[in-house]
């Protein structure tokens, strides 16, 4: 690779994971380009009250997903879907304390409580952006259609809104390195339930995801079948349930009362659920399903064919349940100049994702070097077999801790005294998160259930 001072990389997205990534990648004096979709910084917690498209039903292929409302709208629709709206609704707050969330980057502001709307949230990436120089390198309202290596290069895709134009142009761009930090909150997975769509084709306003939840409104006396168990249904749950006659919340593997599997029948205004329970006079449906992994710009390293077992040692993303072949949820096994931030959950997202930024700039730099092709993948091999594949590959519920420690053992190996980076959470960010478990928010019970 070349020099640290002559190495492009490409970053896509500029939420929480891809500004801090950024930000260590210019500290470490890469040349980088950010790629937003949005005219703004911020990625989910940037609020709008423009709702997402509705999903198909049952969702799309993972290679394919939301990419399909962008590239059906004409002209004059594409310059408002270039940016698909986010899931943030009106009371979304952070499940995790800020006190976690905090980055080395940006200090919080003094007096930042505990859990905090998302325009708190918004403005802290935002001004850490500021700060560190990612705004001025950011491409907004773009989006990334097509990366692909060529030799010894990545290649981008992209296509920007141009006023003066009345359309979306295209740009080639070359990168020694790309590194995909756009989240996983934008591809929903609806489940294929026997008559859900079509009751979504006869009644479509009786039918959202979760996505496009904003607030209450519209649920007033209405009988409500919630599915899912994802925080975003909790939250949902809680406004509803106010104002609604009645709600039913079920979910196939967690602590409520009517489990759903995926062969539920369902009939316009019933369900039948999977014990055999009928649930009648349903009005309204809220699929709180979740998402699934999908990167139609890499379209090449998917498989949707092919289920998460049956995955080889090159493929990316097959039913999308997870992604494939990273080492420690990171660089991608067959070749490490792609990249990825922010995979994980169940973490304290802000500040995790940042080790992995580091982690990924010391790389790029030239810093630290990865472990042999074969070492990586008998540690991916064993947690395979611990973990199991699907979601819950992904999971790292208690592990931050350990997680950090190891990247950072790492990136720190041979490193100048002078240059050394944390050896993973600071004695302050473990003694705050001490305190804050055994004296929890009582407004916020995801804390304890996350227990990170």
Same mark, same amino acid.
Not at 27 to 55: I, K, N
Not at 144 to 160: A, C, M, N, P, R
């Given at each position: ?6 190495? $492009? ?28 979709? #949005?005219?703004?910084? @911020? ?16 969702? #799309? ?133 026997? @008559? ?93 399903? @979740? ?67 580091? #982690? ?72 705050? $998160?001490?305190?804050? $478990? ?15």
């Amino acid at each position: 690779m070349p020099s640290a001072a002559s190495r $492009r990389v490409g970053v896509i997205g500029a939420g929480v994971s891809g500004v801090v990534t950024a930000a260590h990648l210019l500290a470490e004096g890469l040349d980088v380009t950010v790629f937003e979709r #949005a005219p703004v910084v @911020g990625g989910v917690w940037v609020w709008e009250s423009r709702v997402p498209h509705e999903p198909t039903y049952p969702s #799309a292929k993972p290679s394919v997903a939301e990419s399909t409302f962008f590239e059906a709208a004409t002209n004059g629709e594409k310059k408002a879907w270039l940016s698909e709206p986010t899931p943030a609704y009106d009371s979304l707050k952070n499940n995790v304390p800020t006190e976690l969330l905090e980055t080395t980057l940006n200090p919080l502001k003094p007096g930042t409580e505990s859990f905090v709307l998302h325009n708190v949230l918004k403005d802290y990436i935002q001004d850490t952006a500021e700060k560190t120089g990612v705004t001025k390198n950011t491409q907004f309202n773009t989006r990334v259609e097509h990366v692909f290596k060529t030799g010894d290069k990545w290649k981008l895709v992209s296509s920007t809104w141009d006023e003066a134009k009345g359309e979306a142009v295209s740009k080639e761009w070359s990168f020694d390195s790309v590194i995909v930090a756009s989240g996983h909150y934008h591809a929903p997975r609806v489940p294929n339930i026997r @008559g859900l769509s079509e009751w979504k084709s006869k009644f479509p306003s009786r039918i959202q995801h979760s996505k496009s939840y904003r607030n209450a409104n519209g649920y007033e006396n209405q009988n409500v079948l919630v599915i899912g168990g994802s925080a975003s249904s909790l939250d949902a749950v809680k406004e509803i349930v106010p104002v609604a006659k009645k709600v039913w919340q079920s979910t196939r593997g967690g602590a409520f009362d009517l489990p759903v599997a995926d062969s539920a029948e369902g009939s316009i205004g019933n369900a039948t659920l999977a014990d055999g329970t009928v649930i009648k006079d349903i009005d309204r449906i809220v699929v709180a399903t @979740g998402y699934q992994f999908s990167l139609p710009f890499l379209v090449e390293y998917h498989r949707d064919d092919v289920k998460a077992p049956d995955a080889d040692e090159k493929v990316l993303v097959t039913d999308g349940t997870q992604l494939h072949n990273l080492h420690q949820d990171i660089f991608y096994i067959p070749d490490p100049t792609l990249i990825f931030i922010g995979v994980p959950f169940y973490t304290a997202t802000f500040s995790f994702f940042e080790f992995q930024a580091i #982690a990924a700039a010391a790389f790029l730099s030239g810093k630290a070097k990865l472990p042999s092709v074969e070492a990586q993948r008998a540690e991916y091999s064993e947690r395979v077999k611990a973990k199991g594949f699907g979601k819950k590959f992904h999971a790292r519920l208690g592990e931050d801790l350990e997680y950090a420690a190891g990247l950072m053992k790492w990136v720190n190996e041979g490193r100048d005294p002078a240059d050394r980076k944390p050896d993973g959470y600071s004695e302050k960010w473990i003694a705050d $998160r001490e305190r804050l $478990r055994h004296n929890p928010d009582p407004k916020n019970s995801l804390f304890e259930k996350t227990k990170i």
